[in-house]
């Protein structure tokens, strides 16, 4: 049945491509991408994680109605879903059902996952469909990921043993295995061995390193923010991507610190690799600017390629938006992705007075090719100025929304 809708899936990328090519703000197909959360639920309690520090029973799964307006108005265009959120995806009551959905559509499924819930089933369903499975593992050595996640590093490596066995059955899988990485005091000196360990254990296509969002974190926990330790987290990086390079593994890097002269030419060589491996978007790479003076290196296709869906049908425009642009399950879709804040959005997101979550963003292919603080550096006074009436207006609609409630 997926191939049904290849005809659809390919008119549709096209019609992205133009659309994003132009810069319309009036987008004449639909997301060819969209990051689909499907519960807030989750079976651990890490602890760097935000849902460890809210009530033990919080969190919903995204309600059966919600998923199939979202599955009628969207499914038949996609090309690819990232199940995501702050929850464990296969926690979700329904997992399977969203799964198998996104199957018989066609639609290639990837997501991140704790690893606690992947059975040999579910291992050789997934390399079977081709899925992109990206596995969170915040330590090289077990007593830290037992003391980060509450669980083994023995369980986390027999599933990854497994996958392994099941892919090497079935070479023709496009399913590959990425590792993500979340950097903070007590386990950055262990990523030059998890490097290793990815590469050569565990032949993970990539790894992606993250630093800790401080949002509903314990002040001892935010305490752990890499800023607070800036030539230690930029020297590993430094080993970390030497030894990536050497072993030919995908390492994504997040902002240096840039404390040592030598940061500035590993994020250039960091982004090269980036591009040459076409790692992002469906293999569609980066897209650098267009104009060479502009602080921003690049152009991002978030607006035109997808939008992200929370558990209740609220649409954002990616994950570093924190702007909600409508409720897919209580209006049109088309009215959303049309409307006047994706247009405005596809409108300045390449303009000299971008939107702050655009200028903030910290992801490789956003406009500040992963560096905000590189791109604010080479802001004339006008456009820091600019920058500073940005951030007023914003504390304003936050004084003005707490008020309210
Ligand atoms: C919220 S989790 C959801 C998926 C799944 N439960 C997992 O742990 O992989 C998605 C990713 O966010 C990461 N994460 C959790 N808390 C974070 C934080 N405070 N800052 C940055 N990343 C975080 C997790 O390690 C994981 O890689
Ligand atoms: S497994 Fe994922 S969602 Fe669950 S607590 Fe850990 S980081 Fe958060």
Known sequence: MGNDFAAIKEENFARFRRDFDGQRPVCSGLPVQIWLETTTRCNLRCRICPRRYGPADEGRDMPVEVFRRIEEALFPALTHIELQGWGEPMFAENFEMFYESARRHG???????????????????????????????DAARDATLRDLRGIGLDRIESAIRQYNEIKSAMPASRSNLHIVFV???????QLPELVERAATQWHAASLLVVHLQRAGLPAEVQAEHLANNPDLADAVFGEA?????????MLELPPLFGRRPEADARRQAMAAEAEKQSFH???????????PRSPYPNRCPDPWLKAYIEINGSVRPCCAYGRVFGNAARQPFGEIWNGPLYQRLRRKIHSRIPPLFCRECNIIYGITGGNPDACMARLGRWDRAMVWAQWAKRKWHVFQERRAK
Do not use: H
Not at 183 to 189: A, V
């Open 241 to 249: 991507f030497d030894l990536a390079r050497n072993l030919g593994l």
């Open 183 to 189: 950097g903070i005091r007590r386990n950055i000196e």
């Open 107 to 137: 639609i290639r499924v990837s997501f991140i996952t704790n690893g606690t819930l992947l059975t040999r089933e579910w291992l050789e369903r997934f390399v079977r469909d081709g899925v992109g499975l990206m596995l969170s593992v």
């Open 281 to 291: 978007y469906c293999g569609l790479g980066l897209f650098r600017s267009l104009d």
